[in-house]
């Protein structure tokens, strides 16, 4: 007879809020398929200034001009100039991931808890 196995719960690798991202990530993309994940989640918030904590400062710090246009970009309705106006800022990130309409996505999430 084998000994009992202990259970042990998993703690989470990523916080709560993090994760809640995820998925508001996922609705402002528009599909779940090739959606960007808790790890670009943490690069893009690490590449953002320190200092932008409202919508304001954020669409600022990225160079898109409003919400509307940004939500655009994540969903792909946006034109590609829209687009071509996060291509700076993607470039502090190190993560194929946290381009384009992904990038658009994760920023739309920051901006919703920015909200809250």
């Not at 320190?50 to 939500?71: F, S, W």
Request: aromatic share 4%.
């Amino acid at each position: 007879m084998s000994a009992p196995t202990k259970k042990t719960t998993k703690r989470p690798k990523y916080p709560d809020e993090i994760r809640a991202a995820v998925k508001v990530a996922i609705e402002a993309r528009g599909t779940k398929n090739g959606a960007p994940g808790a790890k670009q989640h943490v690069a893009v918030r690490a590449a953002l200034p320190a200092d932008a904590t409202t919508v304001k400062q954020i669409l600022a710090a990225v160079g898109v001009k409003n919400e509307k246009t940004l939500r655009d970009i994540a969903n792909g309705t946006a034109d590609r100039d829209a687009v071509k106006s996060l291509k700076d800022f993607s470039a502090k990130i190190d993560d194929p991931w946290a381009k384009g309409r992904w990038l658009a996505a994760i920023l739309v999430a920051r901006i919703v808890e920015a909200k809250s």
